[in-house]
């Protein structure tokens, strides 16, 4: 694997609606983000990627973008974001914007303009269709929000518009040479403006399986998941080709891909030595468990089923490339909620999982609250509810029998909304986040959960990361830690959750005890210096490590 300039940092999302309000109306913005970058530099981040933050109706919540050249006033304006790049450069912080270019929004002009004109050059931007006159849609596939992914092109009854999402994003064609002229020209501008590169947004859907045809039924609504067409969609590495040769490549840009279902044999084009991206997210566990019937529907990750998924993702890209590791984000419940068996989710437990996925070989990225172990938040109404996909679930699990706490209690498993609470600052009003009405409740958590309580508690799961951080730029470990052979120690030993980074003399072990259960291990031979752990007075006696309840040990060999 080539050496890259990214290799060995840390990385962090900010979703700017609920980080930090600066003035008082409730909504984050960027001078907030700017007035808390110590925060971040003395956690360690190296890379920052920031959430849309462009002109937009919000009804994706900023995913349907209106001006690609546009700061939305509710985050500030341009100078604002000109002025954070600037400072998060001076801490040795790069930005990274959110390149969403599956869709634009309805409100966008290229749409207003192909609804005045469908046949047009503008038209050609979009996916616009006859209505066929017998009312049989183009094709049945189901969008990820729910429904038909066919609307009536606004003003003309006669013509069908595709979006994938929302009804108010509209995709755009890529297989127009002249739209991706359009965001070439747009990705260079950005790069051009000195952030350090981008996350690109549900990019796998770009390339449709085309014509447009149904696949069968997997639900009683007579569509099918956009995963079926996904699966018969073939050629995007023309698309992305072009986009890192015209824009990423002489950049030399960072971009992390999130790519859901991708092609194996394709993952040395999305990420090797001169792949399309520099990285993509390892989504095994957070799409594990999912049922064509919905949440309500989905099975619970166990710590055994989230050990399977990690080490097949670890053995699957190899060094293929460099994966990027999460244990959530935006669109997924806390990872403290989702890994660790219901009510066990203690400070030990919560620095266990992070030490588990931290380590990984890739890139580590933190979620904004994730460091503070935040988690899932509380859900009595669907009146209280914002995410439209979990409006959407909610009718699912409804229309299949389930009850309104049934209903309910899916979206407190999966919600969107569990990522987007304000981030708890400190455990005055609204946790600190903001003077105003937050625009999402605060976690009812904050005054146990918040960042000033945990930065004074040396033992805090903040701390903890921080020495999660510093550990991954230990010079002693470094190397190990970042280009370091990944090799699972005793993986049939069901919730001991157990593996090697890098090789020989280098070497380390993470061994943790995914369960409230002691148990005892047999070490590897050489093995029993601790450079780190989770609880005080890690116990190895005659060449055994013995683990309490939900006790994580780093090793290196022993240096007598
Ligand atoms: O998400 C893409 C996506 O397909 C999955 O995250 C998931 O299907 C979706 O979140 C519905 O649960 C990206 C963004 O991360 C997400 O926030 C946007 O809603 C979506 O694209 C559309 O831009
Ligand atoms: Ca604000």
């Given at each position: 694997m080539q050496k890259k300039w990214w290799h060995g940092k840390v990385a962090y999302q900010i979703y700017p609606k609920s980080?930090?309000?600066?003035?008082?109306?409730g909504i984050g913005d960027l001078p907030g983000i700017a007035s808390k970058l110590d925060v971040l530099k003395d956690l360690g981040i190296d890379i920052l990627w920031l959430s849309p933050i462009y002109l937009s109706p919000l009804a994706d919540q900023g995913y349907d973008i209106a001006d690609y050249h546009a700061i939305d006033p509710r985050f500030g304006t341009m100078d604002d974001l000109d002025s954070l790049i600037a400072k998060a450069k001076e801490r040795g912080i790069g930005i990274v914007m959110d390149l969403v270019v599956n869709h634009c929004s309805d409100e966008h002009e290229w749409f207003k303009k192909a609804c005045g004109d469908p046949d047009g050059r503008y038209g050609k931007y979009f996916y616009i269709v006859d209505a066929p006159a017998d009312g049989k849609l183009p094709c049945n596939w189901r969008g990820y929000f729910g429904g038909p992914v066919w609307d009536e092109l606004p003003g003309h009854p006669d013509k069908l518009y595709l979006h994938l999402f929302h009804k108010k994003q509209p995709d755009l064609n890529w297989e127009n040479p002249e739209l991706r002229e359009e965001i070439y020209k747009m990705v260079n501008w950005w790069l051009d403006k000195g952030i350090a590169g981008f996350r690109i947004d549900?990019?796998?859907?770009?390339?449709?399986?085309?014509p447009f045809k149904d696949y069968p039924a997997?639900?009683?609504?007579g569509l099918c998941s956009i995963d079926k067409m996904l699966e018969d969609a073939h050629g995007i590495g023309e698309f992305l080709g072009e986009l890192r040769d015209r824009c990423f490549a002489p950049h030399n840009a960072f971009t992390v891909g999130e790519v859901f279902n991708e092609k194996e044999e394709e993952i040395p084009d999305f990420i090797g030595d001169n792949g399309y991206f520099s990285s993509m997210y390892d989504f095994g566990p957070t799409i594990f468990g999912h049922s064509p019937k919905g949440w309500a529907a989905s099975k619970v990750c166990t710590p055994e089923d989230y050990k399977a998924c990690v080490f097949a993702a670890q053995k699957k890209i190899g060094d293929v490339g460099m994966i990027s590791n999460i244990i959530e984000n935006h669109d997924e419940s806390r990872g403290v909620s989702r890994y660790i068996p219901k009510g066990e989710a203690t400070p030990a437990a919560k620095k266990l999982l992070a030490a588990e996925y931290f380590l990984l070989k890739g890139l580590p990225w933190i979620y904004q609250g994730q460091e503070l172990g935040m988690e899932n938040h509380p859900v009595s109404s669907i009146d209280e509810v914002d995410d439209v996909s979990s409006v959407d679930e909610y009718k699912v699990a409804r229309a299949l029998g389930y009850s309104d706490r049934e209903a309910l209690d899916a979206i407190e498993r999966f919600g969107r909304d569990n990522a987007r609470t304000?981030?708890?600052?400190?455990?005055s009003e609204n946790a600190g986040f903001s003077a105003g009405t937050p625009w999402l409740p605060v976690n009812a958590d904050y005054k146990v959960i918040n960042y000033k309580a945990e930065e004074a508690d040396p033992d805090s799961v903040l701390n903890f990361y921080k020495k999660l951080v510093a550990l991954r730029k230990d010079e002693r470990f470094a190397e190990a830690l970042t280009y370091g052979e990944f090799r699972p120690y005793l993986p049939e030993v069901e919730n001991f959750m157990s593996y090697f980074r890098g090789v020989g003399d280098g070497q380390l072990l993470v061994a943790g005890n995914f369960q409230r259960g002691e148990r005892e291990v047999v070490l590897p031979e050489g093995f029993g210096e601790v450079?780190?752990?989770?609880?005080?007075g890690a116990r190895i006696e005659d060449g055994r490590l013995f683990l309490r309840g939900y006790e994580v040990v780093v090793l290196c060999r022993r240096h007598d």
């Open positions: 980080f930090y309000d600066s003035n008082g109306d549900a990019i796998i859907n770009i390339k449709k399986a085309l997997d639900r009683a609504d304000p981030y708890q600052w400190d455990d450079v780190l752990g989770n609880l005080e």
